[in-house]
Structures are given as structure tokens and as C-alpha cells.
């Protein structure tokens, strides 16, 4: 039973590691935004990921339509913003310019990229949409972490089981081990040689960059288990089960180093450590769960004693805190990543979080088998025991696959808050004679340039209508100061009416009027459409006996500082402070606004005055729980600033 229980091991290893450690450096905000029409020519493009990428492997390239690049040098981390990169541009003339960029994610080396189009005095097309492309997933890659999590596992598993649960084991054979330590040594060589292609760049460039030194310190445990084992390898008795422990240890120290270049480790501020400590303890109960029983299988043998008795009732006890700690920290890591129960169930992330959630219930139910009918028999017979306890390894690596797949897919948080991942605006109405009924969609839904299709169908009949001009009409119904503009819709092959323009330029609620010109029958369609804010990146710093800071990215590279002092429930000094792209203060000719608010109760509004060019504080008595602060500044040029931001005092 030895090397199918090895085999079943190797199978489900991964467990001890898998689904929730990787993402993807996706683009979260660019500026020139997608589809933009500038009346000037910007000096720089800079691109917003969701994850902090590694700048020596990754590129933006701005291209003219004959393909001539005007774009100086390579692309740049922005100071004190590391997840955002910019590229320095020649003189622009009129004219539209195709952004594209590669980037390598630092966290984990996943390759994505894609392109967009930006215009200098002229509007780019409605076919230059936002374009996001990944590799595959690796087989390379899959098949390298599969080795180092199973190796991970054995080690783990036999450094506790042997030393613990079943100390005669430790006197069995040697090999398993070294075994486990050849799989998990070459899983590291494998992910290295993986990324590396993912990067396209020789082994001594990738080598330098931060990926590279994170699989250094990866291997440095794994040095130390090899020489743990050629010492512990000629002893015997307590030495040996010594020197198990020390393999145990090491083996943590090893799963530690992992998460330290996984995702867990992205989080900002206080949360940091907390995702570490989950994920790790995630990490080392599953292994020691998963590993630990087929550590136990191929120690056991097939007849029983009093010393096998003892161990099975050993393991299973300690299985049982394992089992909950399980749980608690997988829940805890699957709400971080996944985020809400629409990501859960919409995303292809999701629903693979779930699918894998479901097999480790099936795994707990087996499990429970083995402790309340196979470990009360096992003074008479193993039988039970080990068929159960092989059914939980074929579960195991079942769910090893569907964690294959999650590890170099995109966490569905990412999904949602990425740029590309549109938050698609659908309205819907009829003129008031009730004759044609209008159904408008908005891609990507956000303030800037958008794409509108209108399709437009007989109120009665449901068929679709003919006529010889659409337009639309907007009317900012929070700032009718800025005056109605228009767009005309041009008719296509499958009977909508589509056209793109930036005339939804203000988040907040417009007025849309939808016109159809068939002379005498010519109606106007009203409609509502309430415009989301863009997608904003905050930052939370925190050092000890200061207020906590968040850092909000803003567009044009700018940032707005915030913080609350004291920060805790009473009277507060609420100070906002914007910073230009250059990392100076961005002198606002206004007061700024601010209102907070708490879920469900409407705002209140808190005085304001000034203390700096760009430094503004507020006053507000806050109570506990969580508020919602809104800051609102217009810059000299007209672009009103607005941040939203969740506190919890």
C-alpha cells in the first residue's frame, strides 16, 4: 500500500497550498483613460494594476497608426506608488495613439496585457475598445507547484505523524522522505523555469527581479530539510524522531516563504499580516491533514496492534482541530477573495471556489467516517480504515485539480475591480404614447468615453423599427450648469443604433433622451441613467501612535491623502490632502466639500476650511461603526475630484 498511498499524496498535495495564493497584475485605471479625446497632447501615459508588477519584465509601448513608436525608454514604477508604471512621450500631434502594455505580476509572475486607444483633438473610433489578454495556464507551471505542494505535504505530514501520532514509524523507511524532498525541489525549479518563459527573458535577468529572489527564498528551507535528513538518515530511535521534527519545522518555515510571494501578501497596512497568518495556518493545517493521513497509511501496515491502535486514535483527534481549522481560515480567505456572493456565483472564479468548497465537505464527511465507525474497529481491522482513507486521497486529488486551475486564474475581487471588467449601464423606457419602447445599454458604464446601443423596437409587436435618424440627448441632472449635449447614432447590420462619445463625463445622475426621427411619427424616449464613480484604489498605512492614512489614487497620477485625528469615535479632524502626479501639493482655487454618512441614513455635511493649497480639514463628531465619507474639490481647470471612502471608528 505504500506507493498508491504515496501516489494519492502527490495527487492531493497541493491542497496545502492551492487555490487562493495567486492573482494577476490586471489594469485597474489608465490615464489617458480608454476611448479618451484629449485637447492636448499628455507628456506621459500611466497604468494602474491591481497588483504591484515587476517593472524590469514588464513594458508600455504608445504607438502612432503607421505603428511608429512615441513612447522615450521603458516603463517606470511612479515613487511611492508601486503598482502603478508610466512611460514619457515625444511631442504628440492630432491624432489617435494605441497604448499597449505587458505586464509580469511581482506576486507571482502570471503574464497579462493588452491595448487601448486614446485621441490627441480628434475621437477615436467606437472599434477602439480595451483589449486584456493572458496566457494560458501553464502546464509547466501547474505541474511544478503540484510537485512542490505534494513534496511540501509528505514532509509536513511525516514530521508530525511520526513524531507525534506513531512514533515507531520513525524507524520505517527513509526514502519517503528524500522522495518528497525531490519533488519539492524540483516543483521549485519547474515554477522558476515557468515564469521565466511566461517573462521571456534568459535565467540570469529573471534571476535579479524580485520573483527570482522570492524562489531563492523558497529553496533556502528546502536546504535545510536536505541537511536534516542526510543527518538524521543513520540514526535511530529518539534522534531520528529529533530530526523528523526538525524536517516538520523546517517544512513551515518552507510554507511561510511561499505565501510571502503569494497574493496573502499583496494586502496593505495592518491587514498584511493578517491574510500571512491566515493563509499560513490555512496552508499548514490542510497539509498537515491531507499529508499527515497518508503519512499514516504507509506507516500502518495492514495488521493491527495495540502501538497502530494508539496512533490511529492519536491522528484522528488531532485531525479533528485540523478539519475546523480548515474552515475557518479557507472561509476567511475565500471572502477576501472573492469579495461578495456575486462573485461568488457570477465568476468563473467563484464558481470554482464553490466547487472545490463542496469537495472539501465531502473530504470532512469522509473523514468523519473514519473517526466514529473506521477508528473505533481499528483494534480489530484497518480494512476500514484505509479504504475510506484512500476514498479521501481520490477526493483530495480531485480537488487538487480544480485548485490547479485556481491558482493561475484571476481571483474573482480582481475581476470585479478591474479595468476592462465593465460595470455595463442598461436603461430602459417608452415614449408616453406608448408606441416605441427603447432599451439603452452603456459600455463601460463609467464617467469618460462610452458606447451606446440603442435598440429600439414597436411597443405592440416587439419588432424591431426602422427610421432615418437616432440621436440622443444628455442632461447632467446634478450639474445642469454644464448645458445638454448630443449624440447621433449611426443604424448596423443586426438593427441597433451605436455610436461612442464622452458625453456622460460626470458620475451622478443624467437625464437621457432618446430621439427618433420618423417624421410625422417622431418620438422622444426618456430615460434615467445614474453614472458610477471610477474605480478608485485606496492604500491604508498605519504606524504605531499615528492616525491610520489612506491614499487614494486619482486620475492624471494625483493622489488625495486623507486621515482622521484621533481617528476614534467623538470629534474628529478629518485632513484631505491632494498631491500632483510630481508628488507636490495640488493647489485647489475652491473649498473643498465633505459629507459623511452612515449606510441607509442620509449625509451630513461637515464644515470645512483650509490649511494649505491643496490642505483642507473638516470638523465632525463621529460616533462608532462604519461611516462614509464623501470629499469633493475642483481642480483649476474645471475637473471636479470626488472620493468616497468606507471608515470604521
Known amino acids: 500500500m505504500r506507493g498508491p498511498a504515496l501516489i494519492g499524496l502527490l495527487a492531493l498535495g497541493a491542497l496545502a497550498i492551492a487555490p487562493r495564493v495567486s492573482a494577476h497584475a490586471l489594469l485597474l485605471q489608465a490615464n489617458p483613460a480608454n476611448g479618451a479625446t484629449l485637447a492636448g497632447p499628455p507628456q506621459v501615459v500611466t497604468l494602474t494594476f491591481t497588483e504591484d508588477p515587476e517593472p524590469s519584465l514588464s513594458s508600455v509601448r504608445v504607438l502612432t497608426p503607421s505603428g511608429r513608436q512615441v513612447s522615450r525608454g521603458p516603463a517606470q514604477v511612479v515613487p511611492g506608488r508601486p503598482s502603478t508604471l508610466r512611460v514619457d512621450l515625444d511631442?504628440?500631434?492630432?491624432?489617435?495613439?494605441?497604448?499597449?502594455?505587458?505586464?509580469?505580476?511581482?506576486?507571482?509572475?502570471?503574464?497579462?496585457?493588452?491595448?487601448?486607444?486614446?485621441?490627441?483633438?480628434?475621437?477615436?473610433?467606437?472599434?477602439?475598445?480595451?483589449?486584456?489578454?493572458?496566457?494560458?495556464?501553464?502546464?509547466?507551471?501547474?505541474?511544478?507547484?503540484?510537485?512542490?505542494?505534494?513534496?511540501?505535504?509528505?514532509l509536513i505530514g511525516a514530521g508530525w505523524v511520526w513524531t507525534l501520532a506513531f512514533p515507531g514509524a520513525a524507524a520505517g523507511s527513509w526514502r519517503i522522505l528524500w522522495v518528497a524532498w525531490i519533488a519539492a525541489a524540483l516543483g521549485i525549479v519547474g515554477l522558476e523555469e515557468a515564469q521565466r518563459a511566461d517573462a521571456g527573458v534568459d535565467i540570469a535577468r529573471f534571476m535579479q527581479t524580485s520573483l527570482g529572489y522570492s524562489l531563492e527564498w523558497r529553496a533556502l528551507p528546502l536546504v535545510a530539510i536536505a541537511g536534516s535528513l542526510v543527518t538524521g538518515g543513520p540514526l535511530t530511535g529518539l534522534g531520528r524522531r529529533v530530526c523528523l521534527a526538525v524536517v516538520g519545522v523546517l517544512t513551515l518555515l518552507a510554507i511561510l516563504a511561499h505565501i510571502e510571494g503569494g497574493h496573502a501578501a499583496a494586502a496593505s497596512g495592518a491587514w498584511r499580516?493578517?491574510?500571512?497568518?491566515?493563509?499560513?495556518?490555512?496552508?499548514?493545517?490542510?497539509?498537515?491533514?491531507?499529508?499527515?493521513?497518508?503519512?499514516?497509511?504507509?506507516?500502518?501496515?495492514?495488521?493491527?496492534?495495540?502501538?497502530?491502535?494508539?496512533?490511529?486514535?492519536?491522528?484522528?483527534?488531532?485531525?479533528?482541530?485540523?478539519?475546523?481549522?480548515?474552515?475557518?481560515?479557507?472561509?476567511?480567505?475565500?471572502?477576501?477573495?472573492?469579495?461578495?456572493?456575486?462573485?461568488?456565483?457570477?465568476?468563473?472564479?467563484?464558481?470554482?471556489?464553490?466547487?472545490?468548497?463542496?469537495?472539501?465537505?465531502?473530504?470532512?464527511?469522509?473523514?468523519?467516517?473514519?473517526?466514529?465507525?473506521?477508528v473505533?474497529?481499528?483494534?480489530?481491522?484497518?480494512?476500514?480504515?484505509?479504504?475510506?482513507?484512500?476514498?479521501?486521497?481520490v477526493v483530495a486529488a480531485v480537488t487538487f485539480m480544480i485548485a490547479a486551475v485556481l491558482t493561475q486564474s484571476a481571483p474573482a475581487i480582481f475581476a470585479v475591480h478591474a479595468a476592462g471588467n465593465t460595470t455595463r449601464i442598461v436603461a430602459t423606457g417608452n415614449d408616453f404614447a406608448?408606441?416605441?419602447?427603447?432599451?439603452?445599454?452603456?459600455?463601460?458604464?463609467?464617467?469618460?468615453?462610452?458606447?451606446?446601443?440603442?435598440?429600439?423596437?414597436?411597443?405592440?409587436?416587439?419588432?424591431?423599427?426602422?427610421?432615418?435618424?437616432v440621436s440622443l440627448r444628455f442632461v447632467s441632472a446634478d450639474r445642469p450648469d454644464l448645458g445638454p449635449s448630443t449624440l447621433n447614432l449611426t443604424r448596423t447590420s443586426n438593427r441597433t443604433y451605436q455610436g461612442q462619445g464622452p458625453n456622460l463625463s460626470l458620475e451622478g445622475k443624467w437625464n437621457v433622451v432618446v430621439s427618433v426621427e420618423r417624421g410625422v411619427n417622431s418620438v422622444e424616449i426618456p430615460l434615467t441613467v445614474v453614472v458610477p464613480s471610477q474605480p478608485q484604489r485606496v492604500r491604508t498605512i498605519q504606524a504605531p501612535g499615528q492616525p491610520t492614512l489612506y491614499s487614494i489614487d486619482l486620475s492624471g497620477g494625483r493622489v488625495l491623502d486623507a486621515y482622521l485625528d484621533p481617528g476614534r469615535a467623538g470629534f474628529n479632524e478629518v485632513h484631505a490632502t491632494y498631491i500632483d502626479a510630481a508628488g507636490r501639493e495640488l493647489p485647489v482655487p475652491g473649498l473643498a466639500t465633505m459629507t459623511m454618512n452612515r449606510q441607509g441614513t442620509a449625509s451630513i455635511a461637515v464644515p470645512v476650511r483650509?490649511?494649505?493649497?491643496?490642505?483642507?480639514?473638516?470638523?465632525a463628531t463621529l460616533g462608532r461603526g462604519e461611516w462614509e465619507l464623501e470629499i469633493v474639490a475642483t481642480t483649476a481647470g474645471g475637473e471636479v475630484l470626488r472620493t468616497r471612502l468606507t471608515i470604521r471608528l
Open 273 to 374: 499580516p493578517v491574510n500571512l497568518m491566515v493563509q499560513w495556518l490555512h496552508v499548514s493545517a490542510v497539509g498537515a491533514w491531507i499529508g499527515g493521513l497518508a503519512a499514516l497509511l504507509v506507516a500502518l501496515g495492514r495488521a493491527p496492534d495495540d502501538d497502530r491502535t494508539a496512533a490511529v486514535r492519536r491522528f484522528s483527534t488531532v485531525a479533528g482541530v485540523l478539519i475546523v481549522v480548515v474552515a475557518a481560515t479557507g472561509t476567511a480567505r475565500a471572502i477576501d477573495e472573492v469579495g461578495s456572493w456575486s462573485g461568488l456565483i457570477t465568476t468563473r472564479y467563484g464558481q470554482l471556489v464553490l466547487v472545490k468548497a463542496g469537495l472539501l465537505i465531502l473530504l470532512g464527511v469522509l473523514g468523519a467516517l473514519n473517526r466514529y465507525r473506521s
Open 91 to 154: 511631442p504628440l500631434s492630432t491624432g489617435v495613439y494605441t497604448v499597449t502594455w505587458r505586464t509580469v505580476s511581482r506576486v507571482d509572475g502570471h503574464v497579462t496585457g493588452g491595448a487601448f486607444a486614446f485621441g490627441v483633438g480628434v475621437t477615436p473610433s467606437a472599434e477602439s475598445v480595451s483589449e486584456v489578454t493572458s496566457p494560458p495556464p501553464s502546464v509547466l507551471g501547474g505541474v511544478a507547484r503540484w510537485m512542490l505542494y505534494a513534496g511540501l505535504s509528505v
Open 610 to 619: 483650509r490649511f494649505g493649497p491643496g490642505h483642507f480639514i473638516g470638523d
Open 376 to 393: 473505533p474497529a481499528a483494534a480489530r481491522t484497518l480494512v476500514g480504515l484505509r479504504r475510506i482513507g484512500a476514498a479521501e486521497l
Open 434 to 469: 406608448t408606441s416605441v419602447r427603447a432599451r439603452l445599454q452603456v459600455d463601460p458604464g463609467l464617467p469618460g468615453p462610452n458606447r451606446f446601443v440603442a435598440d429600439l423596437r414597436d411597443y405592440d409587436t416587439g419588432q424591431p423599427i426602422q427610421t432615418s435618424r
